[in-house]
Structures are given as structure tokens and as C-alpha cells.
T-cell receptor
Framework: GENVEQHPSTLSVQEGDSAVIKCTYS??????FPWYKQELGKRPQLIID?????GEKKDQRIAVTLNKTAKHFSLHITETQPEDSAVYFC???????????FGPGTSLSVIP | DGGITQSPKYLFRKEGQNVTLSCEQN?????MYWYRQDPGQGLRLIYY???????QKGDIAEGYSVSREKKESFPLTVTSAQKNPTAFYLC???????????????FGDGTRLSIL
């Protein structure tokens, strides 16, 4: 069945450094790739998403890249801050009427 | 103020007992979802519903049941057949579109279920 893998499972970076989280998906028909941030004990919140017709999208310190040929996409956070510490989930889905498949998550710690 | 409300925040269940988790949304979203989250793990889909009076099983539906009698409500019942129900349960909603593009999901604050 459909599967989304995510690496690394944990990541520690110094404040101000960059963080990169990588995901691969198995369903070649996937065309929507959201990223969610979940702080401890809170709800996941969408931070950025990308659709299959673009290769890169940026929003301030956050960027996402997509390589459809290789079936992988990545989240890049620059100039990390302690408030970036959270669990990040990547996900993939086909059409609006299909279920979303989530990756297992990456726990990011930003050390002051 | 629009959003998704899950209740209760904490729930305790005795062995052999069914419990129902509430999920209500006032976002006018057609699609609603239930996920289970275990410590250190991702979100696993239990059930989802794209429209009132219709729902589909997700990846881990065994031991769970749902209903979708109203657009705003999608309650989840954890039955006694679910042998390991201790987890964090998240409800989400979204707007399905007739085109090929998905819309992001909005999540509730979750219900933490524990076995007594």
C-alpha cells in the first residue's frame, strides 16, 4: 500500500543553523505534499505545502522542494530558533477525495 | 471563531467498556477524519468521511466505529474489541475539491484515552 518514509527520526541543531528533513513516498499518483508541525501536547498545524506542478516553495525561513521523478520531498528550515523545536510530519495524497498518508515524524530540537 | 472541538480532553476507559469521542466542527467542511497517534509515532488513519452518511475505513479501523449523521459531527466509538486503545486521538477536517488538488487538514486539540 501507500507509504511515506521520513528521515531523520530525531534532529538536533544549534540555534541559527539550518535543518533539513527528507521524505520519500511510494504512490506515484500523489500530487499534494503538506508539512505539519506539532508542538508537545498540541494539535498538528500546517506550516507549508507543495503541489506536484511546482518544484520548490518558500515561506520566510521555511522552504520545501519536490522531486517527482525520485518521489522525494524535503523541508528546509534556515536560521533555526528555539521555537522551531517540535515534531514535524510530512504527508502525501492524491486527489482531494483521497486519504492523506503521513510520515512517522521528525523530532527537531534547536539548542540555544 | 471557527474550528474543530474535540471532547473530552482526557478519557479513561475500563476493560470491556465502549467509549465515544466527540468531534464537532463549524468550518463547514465536508470531509472529516480520525487519527490515532502513539508516543513517538506518526498519525495513523482510523476512519474518514467525505460526505454526510458515508465513511470509509482507514488503515487501523478494527475495534473502532464511526457515524456521520450531520456535517458538523463525526463521533468515534472505541469498542471493547480494540485491545490496545491507549493513545492520543486526533480529529481533522478539510474541504474536498472537485479538481485534482487536495486541501490542507485542520486538526482538533485531541483526546487522550487511557485504560484504567
Amino acid at each position: 500500500g501507500e507509504n511515506v518514509e521520513q528521515h531523520p527520526s530525531t534532529l538536533s541543531v544549534q540555534e541559527g543553523d539550518s535543518a533539513v528533513i527528507k521524505c520519500t513516498y511510494s504512490d506515484s499518483a500523489s500530487n499534494y505534499f503538506p508539512w505539519y508541525k506539532q508542538e508537545l501536547g498540541k494539535r498538528p498545524q500546517l506550516i507549508i505545502d507543495i503541489r506536484s506542478n511546482v518544484g520548490e516553495k518558500k515561506d520566510q525561513r521555511i522552504a520545501v522542494t519536490l522531486n517527482k521523478t525520485a518521489k522525494h520531498f524535503s523541508l528546509h528550515i534556515t536560521e533555526t530558533q528555539p521555537e522551531d523545536s517540535a515534531v514535524y510530519f510530512c504527508a502525501a495524497s492524491r486527489t482531494s477525495y483521497d486519504k492523506v498518508i503521513f510520515g512517522p515524524g521528525t523530532s527537531l530540537s534547536v539548542i540555544p | 471563531d471557527g474550528g474543530i472541538t474535540q471532547s473530552p480532553k482526557y478519557l479513561f476507559r475500563k476493560e470491556g467498556q465502549n467509549v465515544t469521542l466527540s468531534c464537532e466542527q463549524n468550518l463547514n467542511h465536508d470531509a472529516m477524519y480520525w487519527y490515532r497517534q502513539d508516543p513517538g509515532q506518526g498519525l495513523r488513519l482510523i476512519y474518514y468521511s467525505q460526505i454526510v452518511n458515508d465513511f470509509q475505513k482507514g488503515d487501523i479501523a478494527e475495534g473502532y466505529s464511526v457515524s456521520r449523521e450531520k456535517k458538523e459531527s463525526f463521533p468515534l466509538t472505541v469498542t471493547s474489541a480494540q485491545k490496545n486503545p491507549t493513545a492520543f486521538y486526533l480529529c481533522a477536517s478539510s474541504i474536498p475539491r472537485p479538481d485534482s488538488y487536495h486541501q490542507p487538514q485542520h486538526f482538533g486539540d485531541g483526546t487522550r484515552l487511557s485504560i484504567l
